[in-house]
């Protein structure tokens, strides 16, 4: 028998990259900040590392997260040569 694939079938998918990854909203900076779970303690001592994404919209670090597969050296391939993020 033929499976369907269902819309929360390819979310879950689709969301997997994001499953160890933390966001959070600076509204000082306006800014939002996401990284892996592993460099919580990191982040909030402020210590900045090249494992903490920042963009002043989400839509555009999870995209990247996705287009990367949540690899972070991926992601700042692609933005090397872009202001995106």
Not at 16 to 25: K, M
Not at 27 to 51: E, L, V
Not at 59 to 83: F, M, P, Q, W
Request: no cysteine.
């Amino acid at each position: 028998m033929k499976e369907q694939i269902t819309e929360s079938t390819t979310s879950e998918v689709h969301n997997s990259y994001l499953h160890d990854w933390v966001f959070h909203y600076n509204p000082y900076t306006n800014s939002w900040a996401a990284f892996p779970r592993d460099y919580y303690t990191q982040y909030w001592n402020g210590y900045d590392d090249k494992n903490i994404l920042r963009s002043k919209h989400i839509n555009v670090l999870v995209d990247l997260l996705h287009k990367a597969k949540g690899d972070v050296e991926t992601i700042h391939e692609i933005t090397r040569s872009s202001d995106i993020i």
